[in-house]
């Protein structure tokens, strides 16, 4: 790049940030555009243009059926491209969704978002259009500027769709620094400088995911993997979390024949190993009472470790009550649970 984009690209970020003080009636970003195109128009500069970029539609769009063989083997191909960009426009468009509510007090139907997404991005296929969701940083943006409800969202496809069929010629004139200008102040304006801060503050799994998601999309240039390794984080820690908030407590009757567990948590596949330690088979019992209400059992794991624990029981003497179940847990162990079946403990023990 010549030397004359850096300082265009300057000054376009010298009217973002100064113009709001003369007057917010006219986005700074739109002057910003007007001005750098009338200063290398007039004096002819030899900058990078929008037309120098690729050639701009000159009609309106055209219902077209996709020019495609419609069998699996075209599925297969799209499929994985197009789950991981349904993915990360899903995430996207709750994100920013979210974020816009609380800038503008005004709650919006999370539900009737997607759905809405999904039906224009299944209609803007036939019309050669591309897949989009909401984005932060440009949502961010509209608000600061004025737009608080949908008819400025409209507005600006409508602005946009007639600035490119009908003034494309003028479009074309558009110097790139001017655009380059505004996304520097979009990326500025969408990062969370405090979250740089914050690293010393907030819990360490916390930044190890913000970090992770970051590194990923700079290194691989893909935000769907950024997402993914995001997600997977996020979830790997939340299981952690969760299998601490979990203790078993016991107390034996007065005649120390019988002894009562009372299990407290998540009984799931990473507190199941826990769940079976804290028991003690070698103790001399007549009867064991298993008080399950202040815990929840959530799968075939948790379901396995009680069958594990109440066989145990049973092998050396001891009659066994399991009592507290909620409704779910009922259901799951009712369903999966063994305990009670003939030959119960060799089917177990044989897995």
């Not at 002894?259 to 009984?267: D, F, H, L, P």
Request: aromatic share 8%.
């Amino acid at each position: 790049m010549p030397w004359l984009t850096y300082v265009m690209v300057a000054a376009g970020l010298a009217i973002i940030y100064l113009f709001p003080y003369v007057t917010k009636a006219v986005p700074s970003p739109l002057i910003c555009i007007f001005a750098l195109t009338a200063v290398t128009m007039t004096f002819g500069f030899d900058v990078r243009t929008v037309g120098d970029m690729g050639e701009l539609p000159s009609t309106l769009p055209i219902f077209l059926l996709p020019d495609i063989p419609l069998n699996f083997e075209t599925l297969w191909i799209i499929f994985p491209v197009a789950a991981a960009v349904a993915a990360v426009g899903l995430l996207e468009s709750l994100m920013t969704a979210s974020i816009v509510d609380d800038l503008t007090d005004q709650p919006s139907n999370k539900n009737q978002e997607c759905i809405g997404q999904g039906l224009a991005n299944t209609a803007t296929g036939f019309i050669g259009g591309m897949a989009g969701c909401a984005m932060i940083g440009q949502s961010m943006i509209n608000v600061k500027s004025g737009g608080r409800g949908r008819l400025s969202t409209f507005t600006a496809g409508a602005v946009l769709l007639f600035l490119i069929v009908v003034l494309g010629d003028w479009v074309k004139q558009i110097p790139m620094a001017a655009l380059v200008a505004i996304m520097i102040m979009v990326s500025i304006g969408t990062f969370s400088w405090s979250s740089i801060k914050s690293l010393r503050t907030h819990p360490r799994s916390s930044s190890v995911v913000m970090l992770a998601t970051v590194a990923s999309v700079v290194f691989t240039h893909n935000l769907a993997i950024g997402v993914l390794v995001g997600v997977l984080l996020s979830g790997i820690f939340f299981t952690w979390k969760i299998a601490q908030i979990f203790r078993i407590t016991s107390t034996i009757s007065d005649d120390g024949k019988a002894r009562t567990y009372v299990v407290e948590g998540q009984v799931f596949f990473a507190s199941a190993g826990a769940f079976n330690d804290a028991f003690d088979f070698r103790e001399a019992l007549e009867r064991v009472v298993i008080d399950v209400s202040q815990a929840h059992i959530w799968d075939i794991s948790s379901v396995a470790a009680l069958d594990m624990v109440v066989l145990k029981f049973r092998r050396e003497g001891a009659e066994v009550e399991i009592i507290g179940l909620n409704e779910a847990s009922e259901t799951i162990v009712d369903k999966l649970a063994i305990h009670d079946r003939p030959g119960a403990l060799q089917q177990l023990m044989g897995h």
